[in-house]
């Protein structure tokens, strides 16, 4: 049996696992992230962490085929820098030698929305299927492509970043300096914002209570509870949510065809809600549809465990940088 | 040496021509479709016209690979039914079996827009790269995505059509049905529009003299002229095509991170009034451009002949149906 250790990085924990080549998750474990600390302390702790999992699957650190990372950034095959870590403060870092110095495995980093993609399409709802797109709605939006069962990053290797192509033309400024994103549309902060400013017009809303007046206390959660209760400013934040969000995903399809659309990140939760009108909406308007159809839009099965999966299979299924 | 047999077949021209291994044509020709006939008629000609050139090439038709055609629609893998030729008013046709009856050897079929693509990647503009993003810039926008030297047609076979990606957001109505499609800002149709809507408001432009008052007359070609001369009309319309093009440009870039973006059709023949101003709106509006760069836009350089050697070639570089 062949075993791989995955770490996902994130700005709030970092997760480790030990991953059998059957994609089962033989022990797992995760601690806090400490965002802001220097790139040494928190590769220190990514390695302890390995260590500490290796131990508990009871599998010695050079039986392990490989070690893989991912984490918001990217790294450029050119300069063999980690590009942009946007919420741990990195940018232009020689991370394979900070990794080296603790742990010296054949060592892969990706982006965790790619890792997260490729974990769901070895292991998790989309297992299936050997072509999908998957979007984390998150704090921003990330997005992963797997084609033939392997990441598609691009043919630079550096693409593939479907938060930031253009939903609205000449749209909202998105936190990348563009305008349009469908990031600044379709993340969970855009939906919390969207809410905040029907509030500043109108306190008649549940989701006013709910919060307790304090606007800053709003999360995807409550909106959602709050439509799903009836209430007329939410519903209204939803329905232009999900507008917004189908048409992203009409874009994709209309390029991928891909066999299914994987929805993760804090805003998949909010279940049917979210997945019977935004599956009615991508069928109303994507390109074709009524000709060659359309494929499911289907929430994400293993959560935190995707992206750990499919950090530690990128040895196998990463295309190659 | 390998002999190929490629046909593009448009709304206007029916074009056949001999390619050997090496990308060159031997010999070719082209004769009127005359759309609106009957499917055996047309595909008649075609294979005529095949024969023809296989006669000129002095290469006996059995000593040919394969028979490749390129048409504006595609075939669905499923059904192996030809899924709709909007321009030739055919729908869900079994192509193969009225193409069997005249030429008996093995036979492809693909998009147009991918066919050109491929042209250009294997002996034009592109060839060399291995990834590149192709729109054809004509009546509608065809969309041709080159991975590793091969089509890419999206999972199902059915996608990459990138005219139908959504631009503007609950925008223009698209002929496809759908709304705010690229095809609907970035045709060479779309251009005339905006110019003939322009000049129902004020007829004070070049352009106005240049079709001698008949506003249907007005071609991609005069727009561009009247830009170059000027007339403050036309400026305004080229700058705003221009704006949509770049937009749309920036998300296929943002994707698939080519190493180049070929333009084709009508308009791509304006020449650098289109491409100086195009070239640096794609930099300015492209996510991390700063960072990692903008791949070249540039024209493509076999016009017709990309679509003839593309089709021919299909046996060795299409994807799988």
Request: glycine residues 10%; contains cysteine.
């Amino acid at each position: 049996m062949k075993y791989y250790l995955g770490v996902d990085l994130g700005g709030t924990n970092i997760a480790a696992g030990v991953v059998d080549e059957n994609f089962n998750i033989i022990a797992k474990d995760s601690i806090p992230t400490n965002a802001g600390r220097s790139i040494d302390e928190i590769v220190s702790d990514m390695a302890h962490l390995s260590k500490k999992v290796a131990c508990i699957a009871n599998v010695p650190l050079d039986q392990f085929t490989s070690w893989g990372i991912g984490m918001p950034s990217y790294v450029n095959p050119k300069t063999h820098l980690l590009v942009h870590a946007n919420n741990l403060g990195w940018k232009n870092i020689p991370i394979y030698s900070y990794l080296k110095k603790y742990i010296d495995l054949p060592t892969y980093i990706e982006n965790d929305a790619n890792c997260a993609a490729l974990g769901e399409t070895l292991a998790g709802i989309a297992r299936e299927y050997d072509n999908a797109v998957m979007l984390t709605l998150g704090t921003g939006v990330g997005g992963g492509i797997i084609q033939n069962k392997r990441i598609y990053a691009g043919s630079d290797l550096m693409g593939a970043e479907l938060g930031h192509t253009k939903l609205v033309y000449n749209g909202e400024l998105c936190t990348c300096g563009q305008r349009g994103c469908l990031e600044s549309y379709c993340s969970a902060t855009a939906l919390i914002n969207q809410a905040k400013r029907k509030l500043e017009i109108s306190k008649k809303s549940l989701l006013y209570d709910m919060c307790s007046g304090d606007v800053e206390q709003i999360n995807a959660k409550m909106i959602f509870d709050a439509n799903n209760m009836g209430d007329e400013l939410a519903q209204e934040v939803v329905r232009q949510y999900i507008d917004y969000l189908a048409a992203g995903i009409s874009t994709f399809i209309t390029i991928f065809r891909s066999e299914v659309i994987i929805l993760g990140g804090g805003v998949a939760g909010a279940g049917k809600a979210l997945f019977e009108p935004l599956s009615a909406k991508v069928a109303e308007n994507t390109f074709a549809a009524a000709e060659i159809g359309v494929p499911p839009v289907v929430k994400s099965a293993l959560e935190n465990d995707a992206g750990i999966i499919g950090a530690a299979l990128l040895e196998k299924y990463a295309q190659m940088r």
